[in-house]
């Protein structure tokens, strides 16, 4: 049972950069959700339970469930855990096999010989059974359809050790029948407050100090734009970041670039396209920079030779 395209690992390498964009910039706003999170996983229900965390792209879900897996507490009540990212194009054999290989290294212990060549049902079996008489927790990081869902949920046994899933989307419906016999387990992930907001914009830009007076204004313009979103705040941080502060214009002109009403899915897009191509022109006048010192070395040593 495969899933999946070519596009697959290109997919998955741009949540983890996502994830890594927002990880890095020490999210406000996070400890409140993280401390509800790590009480619904370590509750005392013995059956094995959904929690899933959804919202829209680039609310920080990746960062705040790695902030919970992460965790000391929650690493010590689960010796047995696992980090699967879905993603929107997906490969079921090449994922479970990727669980395997996590589960076993816990026991330190060699992947089953042979499991390269193992089919679906086989490799379902083995997960299943290596969990039966465990306590585990599984994170499903980034489901798009609830076929993904169906794909692993059978490898995951409700084995009355106070197991657990956590489970990431963008799609309430996923959420909620993935929590079906556990409603109170969907956590929505919510926008950051234009507090939380202005707070994560400024640290990024200007570190412990305020956004300067003559800036504040074309600033909560910006920020408008982003709608708490905080991968959009850390995008467009890092392109206002390399802006001259003592110019209006300059911020003015990244307001401008975002153009007007945008449609939620195209805003994200809009921001990480500006900050992928504020990175690029960069790099390449790093790169001119570099090829310029270059001859003029190569010119200094002709003319000492001379």
Same mark, same amino acid.
């Given at each position: 049972? +495969? ?8 997919? &998955? ?10 990880? $890095?910039?020490? %999210? +406000?706003?996070?400890? #409140?959700?993280? #401390?509800?999170?790590?009480? &619904? %996983?370590l509750?005392?229900? /013995?059956?094995?339970e959904?929690?899933?965390? =959804?919202?829209?792209?680039? *609310?920080?879900?990746?960062?705040? !469930?790695? &902030? ?5 507490? !929650? ?20 994922? *479970? ?5 996590? *589960?076993?290294?816990v ?8 499991? $390269? ?17 465990? #306590?585990?927790?599984?994170?499903l ?23 657990? =899933? ?14 079906? $016999?556990?409603?109170?387990? =969907?956590?929505?992930?919510?926008? @950051? ?5 202005y ?8 570190? #412990? /100090? ?18 708490? @979103?905080?991968?959009?705040?850390v995008?467009i /941080?890092? !392109? ?20 007007a ?6 805003? *994200? ?8 191509? /504020? ?28």
């Amino acid at each position: 049972m +495969v899933h999946g395209s070519s596009s697959d690992s290109t997919t &998955r390498i741009e949540c983890q950069r996502d994830a890594l964009l927002l990880e $890095e910039a020490d %999210l +406000v706003g996070i400890e #409140k959700p993280k #401390k509800q999170l790590i009480e &619904r %996983l370590l509750g005392t229900k /013995s059956g094995r339970e959904v929690v899933s965390v =959804v919202g829209m792209g680039g *609310l920080g879900k990746t960062t705040l !469930v790695k &902030r919970v897996y992460d965790d000391p507490g !929650v690493k010590k009540h689960y010796k047995f855990r696992a980090w699967i990212t879905v993603s929107q194009s997906y490969k079921t054999g090449d994922l *479970l096999k990727h669980m395997i290989q996590q *589960l076993f290294h816990v026991l330190r212990k060699p992947d089953p010989h042979g499991v $390269e060549e193992m089919d679906y049902d086989k490799l379902m079996m083995i997960i299943n059974k290596f969990l039966q008489q465990r #306590k585990y927790l599984i994170v499903l990081d980034d489901v798009w359809h609830i076929n993904a869902w169906d794909a692993f949920k059978y490898a995951l046994p409700n084995n009355n050790h106070g197991s657990r =899933v956590l489970l990431t989307t963008r799609n309430y419906g996923v959420a909620s029948i993935c929590c079906m $016999e556990f409603p109170d387990n =969907v956590y929505s992930l919510n926008p @950051l407050s234009p507090e939380e907001s202005y707070t994560l914009f400024c640290k990024k830009i200007f570190q #412990k /100090s305020c956004c300067p007076r003559h800036l504040k204004r074309v600033a909560e313009k910006i920020l408008g734009r982003c709608e708490g @979103l905080p991968l959009a705040i850390v995008a467009i /941080s890092g !392109v206002l970041a390399t802006k001259d502060k003592n110019r209006i214009d300059e911020w003015e002109m990244v307001h401008r670039s975002l153009g007007a009403e945008l449609e939620d899915n195209n805003k *994200l897009k809009t921001i990480l396209s500006l900050s992928y191509n /504020s990175m690029t022109c960069s790099c390449m006048c790093l790169q001119n920079s570099a090829e310029r010192a270059t001859e003029v070395w190569y010119d200094c040593k002709l003319k000492v030779k001379i």
